[in-house]
């Protein structure tokens, strides 16, 4: 009987005074957490922005940071509604970035922890086979990837696990395949790796693990990875690699007309764009002219047959042109996207899937583009006049940021300024100056901290 009086006491005591609630500025507490963190990294600062959670007793977060191995610091600076700046960092040095809310009674939650990289910004990014180059603001070329042919022009074979300096005052790069051509802001070109055709363009057919000046008064330059084509500043096209199907359109064609000094093409050039032994050649005027193989159709003339030699032209009215290995894709004045070649996977973004098919004339494919860039390996993204971007093709490596590979365009992200895609990874600009990534994460190719994620299949923000 004692013990039921006692039991109906303390049941009595519970409902006066209530469970013990935990003290007020507890850490750890199971709070609503931020969300959407976006982190734009500048010269020594990290900028942040996130979306507070919807709970009614929310009042403010908390940040710290630190490199990764090192103390913990409190930021103290002002915090505003949902972003801030965090300045006095180390360039190039991971930090890790924690937020935590605060609740009204000043319980504090677990916190959601990201990574960053303060940089002078990145300019524009240069993916390649097994690599990746990214050009910073300052014109500081930074790369991390593969090198066994030396393409890294590091001066050695070595693989570069970690981001290293390859070269200063860089205006722009082309890499493909194993090759890696350099154009500085003073116009001279530089180049580095594979030169079994003499695509380096220095004379020789020796492999280069030396970024080595080979030609100068240069505006523009692509590689197809056989072979290379410069615009000089005069707007000249000249050529230098592989020639046997007549991809460099000097007029020759055979096993013995590769030219490992650069030849010169034709006059009044706008741009150029390569494929598997074949060049895309833009006039100033708008005309787009063809040269070499057309094996996989992607010359978008049926009566060139296997190959031409001097370039042809094909269309008029254009104002872009971006190639794979076994595609190609026009962008006209009017906005309108055209594509001819092999349809592997849907790299052109026609509803015929078959591989084995050739479209050998140029089909439309969409309208309203401001801009395209295909990958080699069987994918293309468009960009839309109103910024949004759109891929199809292969996603096997996750490459697309769908999920699945696709056979038509399918729209990926909004707000998109640039994408750059090679070999299964794609970086992507936005418009506020974030940079995503997807794909192929081997030696952390895409900037992205935890080099030991192998696929990232969702687009994700990543660092350089």
Excluded at 128 to 144: K, P
Excluded at 164 to 185: D, G, P, Q, Y
Excluded at 207 to 212: P, V
Excluded at 224 to 229: A, D
């Amino acid at each position: 009987m004692k013990k039921i009086i006692m039991l109906i006491t303390i049941i009595m005591l519970l409902m006066i005074t209530g469970c013990p609630e935990p003290p007020s500025g507890t850490e750890g507490m199971s709070l609503g957490e931020v969300s959407d963190i976006i982190i734009k990294a500048g010269d020594g600062t990290l900028e942040l922005s996130w979306k507070n959670p919807a709970d009614s007793d929310f009042s403010t977060v908390k940040i710290l940071y630190k490199i990764e191995g090192g103390a913990e610091s409190e930021y103290s600076g002002n915090i505003d509604n949902s972003g801030t700046a965090i300045s006095g960092l180390l360039n190039s040095s991971i930090y890790l970035i924690t937020i935590k809310t605060i609740d009204t009674n000043s319980n504090v939650s677990e916190g959601l922890t990201v990574k960053a990289v303060p940089s002078v910004g990145v300019r524009e990014f240069f993916p390649g086979y097994g690599l990746t180059f990214a050009l910073m603001n300052d014109g500081t070329l930074l790369g991390l990837g593969t090198n066994q042919y030396g393409q890294m022009g590091d001066g050695t074979v070595t693989t570069v696990e970690t981001v290293k300096e390859i070269a200063n005052n860089v205006k722009s790069v082309s890499t493909r395949e194993f090759v890696t051509m350099v154009l500085k802001e003073d116009g001279t070109l530089w180049s580095a790796g594979q030169n079994g055709h003499g695509q380096l363009g220095d004379g020789t057919k020796t492999n280069i693990s030396t970024l080595k000046k080979v030609a100068e008064d240069v505006n523009f330059v692509t590689t197809s990875g056989t072979h290379t084509m410069i615009i000089k500043t005069d707007n000249s096209l000249w050529g230098v690699g592989e020639n046997d199907q007549g991809g460099l359109g000097d007029g020759t064609h055979d096993v013995y007309a590769d030219k490992t000094n650069f030849v010169k093409i034709m006059e009044d050039v706008k741009s150029v764009a390569t494929g598997l032994q074949t060049s895309f050649i833009l006039k100033s005027d708008g005309t787009l002219w063809v040269t070499g193989s057309n094996s996989s159709g992607m010359l978008g003339d049926p009566s060139i047959s296997p190959y031409i030699w001097n370039p042809q032209q094909l269309m008029s009215n254009v104002i872009q042109v971006s190639t794979g290995l076994f595609h190609s894709m026009i962008l006209k004045n009017d906005g309108t996207l055209w594509s001819a070649g092999q349809n592997a996977y849907g790299a052109m973004g026609s509803p015929d899937t078959d591989s084995t098919n050739k479209i050998t004339t140029h089909i439309q494919i969409m309208s309203d583009i401001a801009s395209v860039s295909c990958s080699d390996r069987d994918n293309t993204f468009m960009i839309k006049t109103d910024g949004s971007l759109w891929g199809t093709g292969s996603n096997s490596e996750g490459q697309l940021g769908l999920d699945d590979s696709v056979y038509s365009p399918e729209k990926i992200m909004d707000d998109v300024l640039s994408v750059k895609a090679c070999n299964g990874k794609t970086l992507i600009q936005k418009k506020n100056g974030t940079t995503w990534g997807m794909g192929l994460q081997a030696y952390g190719l895409l900037g992205v901290t935890d080099s030991n994620q192998y696929e990232i299949r969702t687009p994700i923000q990543v660092f350089w």
